[in-house]
């Protein structure tokens, strides 16, 4: 067992952030919580503790809506909205992924640039190509960090290199699954593009693959309002784009993440809540692609789970703090804009989503609570306080999520084990 | 005479950025530039190049709006909108700075991390204490770089630690003028708080003042909408926000920056246009502070120029390269919600905002034109290209603005003055 000290922050609830100054935190050799004190239990008083004195020590974030093959693109090519997007900018590098070489160079720089940032785990799109998608799922595994790895099915209305189709997607998704079997903390997960890209034949494969093997589903809904009505035109028979999944079985009938949501509202919010379907809310990438607003305080209304994802490269950053300062920032222009009738996101809801809400979907992961995986960041921020440290903790966080980057960032565990920047793949 | 060579770009106009791969640039002693050329001309052949290789070489940036005594408060307190912000956490902070030696250690700290961000120039809010305002002025001076220094007037709605009189800040603004008549790129710029802080007599005795020794001005200007409806209470007899400073002359009787804007419109765009008063858009302070978003290209169209601002401590980070970002993005969100009627903005347009727009408050700042004050930065973005780098040096530019930070500004000029880091006060 480990015992480590510091200014423990969580949020095993929305509302407000749980503080331990000088706090410890036991964790047991398999990496999962055991007790956090305010003061040592008198048991353990003789026994080693790893004192990180002053710093913060946080729960590790959450990446729940990630590209990985668009690592190269982030940053650049944002002046077009979603479809010309994709067709100008996204399918040709995924393109690339065929080269395996390519593949492993990206990936390998996209999982540790993940890692910098403080991201332990994350939902991640691959693309179509199996060997590519086995090389990010190796790359994670060997770093001793956490993914859901989707293998992607398109078959239609994409560039001839980048489809699958649903026999073949069905095979290779066997081959994954058993590359996979061996991983603790790297996973398969049903991956759907979007309904434009999917025909029903492969969709109903995915369905029922997800469903034998109770994989969990991730897709993008209601992002874009051309995406919206080109889904209508391609899917006449469904109520709404979110039943375009669920009559294949894609929708809540297994875990689901649906990314985006900026338009998703009346019989396609309550089809969302009956099936508990989660919310990724994008916020960079929904600004950079001219996409929208989501109305997360009205999911939050209604019930609905939200989580937070960075989705590069239409996120122009990997760092989930980015994500929750646009989280709070766009539910306030929301606010204004709907005259104070949507009241804004807290720092501590846009913490737990990217925490406990995003960690759900890996076991118990995202909290401090006693049976939880030890994700951790170890936060070095006085750096940031160069006219004086704020007594206040929460403060402090609040400045380290503002202004802080990956230089305040002086460790990071995955359940329990430390993870580090110079891992060799 | 100096001579530099490095891949080159800037914004001699809105619509496109000008560049030189590989280019030269060539400063006289008094740090203005000679000609920037594709290929040194003959007669340099043999002169001495300081080559910066692979690295970039851009204009510096201009903070237009940013209010120096809030630095300690930066990246905390976002939880309320303008006026109870102001009363809860501004003026608490601001009364401060009646302690010279308080003010020093702050506006040190403000100054280096200006700086260090890559902003040059800044047109800045001190507060109402004269000896704080002397101290903020010599800081910029001795660090080389450039200032407008505003000694705010505030007389009414304000605490009384904090508020002076038309009598004595005329009399502070005297002695403020004395201090700084030696100093070469630091000057004062007449600065009302805002309407609800300022009875007609400061107003007057300041426009009077502005007029008299031809000073420029900066205030806010419809920011929100309750502070709206409180102006039109408060000015009953103004036909807008912006007539009750025009009516004082301080709307653009001298050159005139009005920060926010948010829901200027009709008669007041009008009245901007009619007065060459210049927008100081602030995004990120008005998505912290729920303002809303400011129609910039409604501006644009409207041949009002616009220029922008960091307005720390509601804006929470001092890079202008961030706040470009948002300026990019939230016009993506007003793009969005106006059903593409008001086209998004391009990155040279926000990029000429923060460097010839902003500059032109200070002469000829901003552009590397022949004639103008050499205000550069060199950005070496080597370590964010980990997958390549991209042979389009605009596209390099993007990923710096989009993923960059202060780790890849490696150089920084003020008119030919290389500024280092490490000046002591």
Redesign the interface.
């Known amino acids: 067992m480990r015992i480590y000290k510091a200014n423990i922050l969580h949020t095993p609830s929305p509302n407000h952030f749980e503080v331990y100054q000088g706090g410890y935190i036991t964790v047991d050799d398999n990496g999962i919580i055991q007790g956090v004190y305010e003061v040592l239990p008198t048991e353990m008083e003789d026994m080693p503790v790893v004192d990180f004195g002053e710093r913060l020590l946080i729960p590790a974030m959450n990446d729940m809506h990630v590209h990985a093959p668009q690592?190269?693109n982030?940053?650049?090519a944002?002046?077009m909205e979603l479809i010309p997007w994709l067709n100008t900018y996204t399918f040709p590098e995924e393109e690339k992924f065929a080269d395996e070489q390519y593949a492993k160079?990206?990936y390998d720089?996209f999982v540790k640039?993940l890692c910098r940032q403080g991201t332990m785990r994350a939902a991640v799109f691959a693309t179509t190509h199996i060997h590519a998608t086995q090389c990010l799922a190796k790359t994670f595994d060997e770093m001793g960090m956490g993914a859901l790895i989707g293998l992607v099915g398109m078959d239609r209305h994409s560039p001839e290199e980048l489809v699958n189709t649903a026999s073949s997607w069905a095979s290779d998704m066997q081959s994954l699954m058993q590359s996979m079997a061996d991983m603790a903390k790297v996973k398969p997960i049903v991956t759907p593009r979007f309904i434009p890209s999917c025909t029903p034949a492969i969709l109903q494969t995915m369905g029922t693959i997800a469903t034998q093997f109770k994989l969990p589903v991730q897709s993008h809904l209601s992002e874009n309002?051309q995406e919206i009505i080109w889904v209508q035109q391609l899917e006449p028979q469904s109520t709404c784009y979110g039943d375009a999944y669920h009559r294949y079985g894609l929708f809540g009938q297994t875990p689901t993440l649906m990314a985006h949501c900026c338009y998703t509202d009346g019989e396609e919010l309550k089809l969302m809540h009956a099936n508990d379907v989660c919310v990724v809310h994008c916020p960079?990438s929904?600004?950079?692609?001219?996409?929208?607003?989501a109305p997360v305080r009205k999911f939050l209304q209604a019930g609905v789970r939200v989580v937070l994802g960075s989705d590069i490269a239409a996120g122009?950053?990997l760092s989930i703090f980015r994500v929750m300062?646009y989280a709070?920032?766009?539910s306030?222009?929301q606010?204004?804009?709907s005259?104070g009738k949507l009241p804004?996101l807290?720092?501590s809801e846009v913490f737990y989503m990217a925490t406990k809400a995003g960690g759900s979907f890996f076991g118990k992961v995202g909290s401090f609570e006693v049976g939880y995986a030890f994700d951790a960041l170890v936060i070095d921020d006085m750096g940031?306080h160069?006219?004086?440290l704020?007594t206040d903790c929460q403060?402090r966080l609040?400045?380290f999520?503002?202004?802080g980057?990956d230089r305040h960032i002086v460790h990071r565990f995955c359940q329990g084990k430390e993870i580090s920047l110079n891992s060799q793949f």
């Open positions: 690592y190269a982030m940053g650049i944002m002046d160079a990206v720089a640039e309002k960079t929904n600004c950079n692609l001219a996409s929208g607003i122009h950053h300062q709070v920032q766009v306030k222009l606010y204004a804009l005259d804004f807290t720092l940031i160069d006219v004086g704020p403060q609040e400045r999520i503002y202004l980057d």
